[in-house]
Each structure stands twice: as structure tokens, then as C-alpha cells.
């Protein structure tokens, strides 16, 4: 049978992981993160992956991951904010779950992110000139995948639990 996962997206810094795995419990399933699918398949971390073999083949990674999520089990899946914005990703996604956008600001997320730019790949290089107008481009080209999501929450306040309990909420009346 299909499985029909939660998949998590957003932005780099929209509470993904966090929400993620407190909405797994919750829900009593387990939790996936591609990320760390594709740290784990390659044996190095996704900073290492950017350096020595390029983004281009971290995105193919990433696809790769969406082709093994049909063959798990119905999980809540944390996505790299990247993922929906390759080509066809957000239909895979639909054929096998569910999707939740966790939309958060963009001063919101620049305020989050600086404090951890140097564990970001995209982020690390960027002057502090560079950083906000990279950060707002981004995510311009983006908004309009993730706002393709079958839930769209906002996460601002940066307050998981009562997140969760919303999510679960809207889920129920979604029948999911
Ligand atoms: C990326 C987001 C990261 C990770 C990689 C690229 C992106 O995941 O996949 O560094 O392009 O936005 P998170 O969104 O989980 O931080």
C-alpha cells in the first residue's frame, strides 16, 4: 500500500526538524529526515556533500530520497528546504502524502539564520552584506513551491507545542 506520509517543508530555520519529531510522537510515527537520509547513504554530512560533489548531486540525492519514501513506512518526513523547489518534487511528494508548509517570515528567518549561518552550506560564505538579500531572493523563488502544501501553518512564535497542537487539529478535519 501507498504510504501516506507528513511531509514537513519550508525554509531553512521554519522549525522543520523541531516540529517535526514532536509531531511524530504525537502522532506515534516515526520520523525521517532527508537531510540525514543523505548524510547517512553518503557518510558524510551535508556540508561535506556540498564541498567534494556539488549541490547539483545533493539535489539528485534528494530525489533519490522521495523515490525510497514510497517504500517506508507512513512516517512524518522532514524535507531540506531546497527539495520542493526541484522540478516535479512537490507532485512525488503528493502521490505519497501530505504536505505542511510552515511558513515563516522573512525578518523572522533572517533573525534565526544568522545566528547559525557557518552549519549552513548556502549561508556560510556570504558576507554580512550579502546575507539578508541572498536570504529574501531565496526565498522569493521558493514561496511559491512551498505555498503549494495542502497545509500551510505559520510559525512565527516558534512554539512547537502549541504548533503541534494546531497541526493535528487541521489534520483531523483534513480526515489525515
Ligand atoms: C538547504 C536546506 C538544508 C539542507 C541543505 C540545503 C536549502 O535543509 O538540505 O543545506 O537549499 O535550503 P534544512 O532546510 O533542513 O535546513
Known amino acids: 500500500?501507498?504510504?501516506?506520509?507528513?511531509?514537513?517543508?519550508?525554509?531553512?530555520?521554519?522549525?522543520?526538524?523541531?516540529?517535526g519529531k514532536l509531531l511524530a510522537e504525537r502522532l506515534n510515527l516515526p520520523f525521517v529526515d532527508s537531510d540525514k537520509?543523505?548524510?547517512e547513504r553518503n557518510g558524510m554530512s551535508v556540508g561535506e556533500i556540498f564541498e567534494?560533489?556539488?549541490?547539483?548531486?545533493?539535489?539528485?540525492?534528494?530525489?533519490?530520497?522521495?523515490?525510497?519514501?514510497?517504500?517506508?513506512?507512513?512516517?512524518?518526513?522532514?524535507?531540506g528546504g531546497g527539495l520542493p523547489a526541484i522540478e516535479n518534487s512537490l507532485e512525488l511528494i503528493h502521490q505519497v502524502g501530505k504536505s505542511i508548509y510552515l511558513n515563516v517570515s522573512l525578518l523572522t528567518l533572517i533573525k534565526r539564520l544568522k545566528l547559525e549561518r557557518e552549519f549552513?552550506?548556502?549561508?556560510?560564505?556570504?558576507?554580512?552584506?550579502?546575507?539578508?538579500?541572498?536570504?529574501?531572493?531565496?526565498?522569493?523563488e521558493r514561496v511559491h513551491y512551498y505555498k503549494q502544501a495542502?497545509?500551510?501553518?505559520?510559525?512565527?512564535?516558534?512554539?512547537?507545542?502549541?504548533?503541534?497542537?494546531?497541526?493535528?487539529?487541521?489534520?483531523a478535519k483534513l480526515n489525515f
Open 1 to 19: 500500500m501507498t504510504p501516506k506520509h507528513l511531509f514537513l517543508i519550508g525554509f531553512m530555520g521554519s522549525g522543520k526538524t523541531t516540529v
Open 37 to 39: 537520509w543523505i548524510e
Open 52 to 79: 567534494t560533489k556539488g549541490e547539483t548531486f545533493f539535489r539528485e540525492e534528494e530525489l533519490a530520497f522521495l523515490d525510497a519514501s514510497k517504500t517506508l513506512e507512513r512516517s512524518v518526513i522532514s524535507l
Open 120 to 140: 549552513r552550506p548556502k549561508l556560510k560564505d556570504l558576507s554580512d552584506a550579502e546575507f539578508h538579500p541572498f536570504v529574501e531572493s531565496l526565498l522569493s
Open 150 to 171: 495542502k497545509l500551510i501553518m505559520p510559525n512565527e512564535r516558534n512554539n512547537p507545542n502549541e504548533l503541534v497542537e494546531k497541526i493535528e487539529k487541521e489534520l
